[in-house]
């Protein structure tokens, strides 16, 4: 009968000892990381030789009186970092919160939307609030959506018409896509683009899945019209530089199209009208953070700015 061999277990490390070691890899040396902890440099050495002992293997190889990591420190060396890369994260959340008795806003939003909408509403806010600190997270839907369910952001600004779980929706601007158009392009003259227009033309895509790239392919589709689609991007600002650039034609959100344009980037209105929406997602939280509702204050009353913008976008001059 075979007697059942002990299973290893892991070695039980100390905070201490992997901030001892991460100040002699940091450091390279024992006298350094004894200097910068505030430790002496025979407490190091002898911590050193009881990590070595509980983990089971060699840290450092002793060269010409020189600690040189080995393979197995440099790898532990990863791990620890992590940790203390996340420690560091919790004690600046615990200075803001001892500084500031809001702490930091955290605002989730489409790119485009941190590119052409929320700077504005930004420079608002601040004239109200000029100590108040705000993280600006540009995320892609659906993980906007996402974290806002998770409560991860205090708000967030989509594109959105359906609230997520747990999360309050809000309508705060809606209006139309536009055509984008190069200084002198041959399709200048017109104040008002239809479909036809664009027949033949080069012409700048968003990129495939994107929601209005799909009602853009659709218009076109519905009137038979074909163009010459060799470019395409993610980025509407992307497209805004590729069409200044004399590449082609596109279809962009306004927002974006308003913050670009100017004499090398014209814009024009569409006869067929494509809708383009921007929501406020404020996560139903039991305190919500105390400076939300002025934040909120100020994108709306951006919004209601750019609005009006928006009406007269394209006119002629």
Same mark, same amino acid.
Not at 53 to 68: E, S
């Given at each position: 009968m075979h007697r059942a061999q002990p299973q290893a277990t892991a070695p039980t490390l100390t905070h201490r000892q992997l901030a001892m070691f991460r100040a002699i890899m940091l450091h390279g040396s024992l006298s350094r990381a004894a200097e910068v902890s505030a430790s002496s440099q025979p407490t190091l050495s002898r911590e050193?030789?009881? =990590?070595?002992? =509980?983990?089971?293997?060699?840290?450092?190889?002793?060269?010409?009186?020189?600690?040189?990591?080995?393979v197995r420190a440099l790898a532990l060396m990863q791990?620890?970092?992590?940790?203390?890369?996340?420690?560091?994260?919790?004690?600046a959340r615990a200075q803001e919160l001892r500084t500031l008795s809001a702490g930091r806003l955290h605002l989730a939003c489409l790119p485009a939307l941190a590119q052409a909408l929320v700077p504005r509403a930004l420079l608002a806010f601040q004239q109200t609030q000029p100590e108040a600190a705000v993280s600006v997270v540009p995320l892609e839907s659906p993980w906007l959506e996402q974290a806002l369910s998770e409560h991860r952001f205090d708000l967030g600004l989509s594109e959105t018409s359906e609230a997520p779980a747990g999360v309050a929706l809000q309508p705060l601007l809606q209006a139309n896509e536009v055509a984008l158009l190069p200084r002198?392009?041959?399709?200048?003259?017109?104040?008002?683009?239809?479909?036809?227009?664009?027949?033949?033309?080069?012409?700048?895509?968003?990129?495939?899945?994107?929601?209005?790239?799909?009602?853009?392919d659709q218009m076109f589709a519905a009137a038979n019209v074909t163009r010459i689609t060799c470019l395409e991007t993610?980025?509407?600002?992307?497209v805004c530089a590729m069409v200044r650039q004399g590449l082609g034609a596109?279809?962009?959100?306004?927002?974006?199209?308003? &913050?670009?344009?100017?004499p090398d980037l014209l814009v024009r209105r569409l006869s067929v009208p494509i809708t383009?929406?921007?929501?406020?997602l404020l996560p &139903?939280?039991?305190?919500?953070?105390p400076l939300r509702d002025a934040l909120v204050a100020?994108?709306?009353?951006t919004a209601t700015q750019m609005s009006a913008c928006l009406a007269h976008q394209g006119d002629p001059t």
């Open positions: 050193l030789a009881r =990590l070595e002992y =509980l983990l089971g293997f060699t840290l450092f190889d002793r060269v010409r009186g020189r600690l040189r990591p080995t791990e620890v970092e992590r940790s203390f890369v996340g420690l560091d994260q919790i004690a002198g392009h041959v399709l200048a003259r017109h104040h008002v683009l239809a479909p036809e227009h664009f027949e033949g033309e080069r012409f700048i895509s968003l990129a495939v899945g994107d929601p209005y790239r799909l009602a853009i993610a980025s509407a600002v992307a596109a279809i962009v959100n306004p927002l974006t199209a308003l &913050e670009l344009c100017g383009f929406q921007v929501s406020l &139903e939280v039991a305190a919500p953070h100020a994108l709306c009353a």
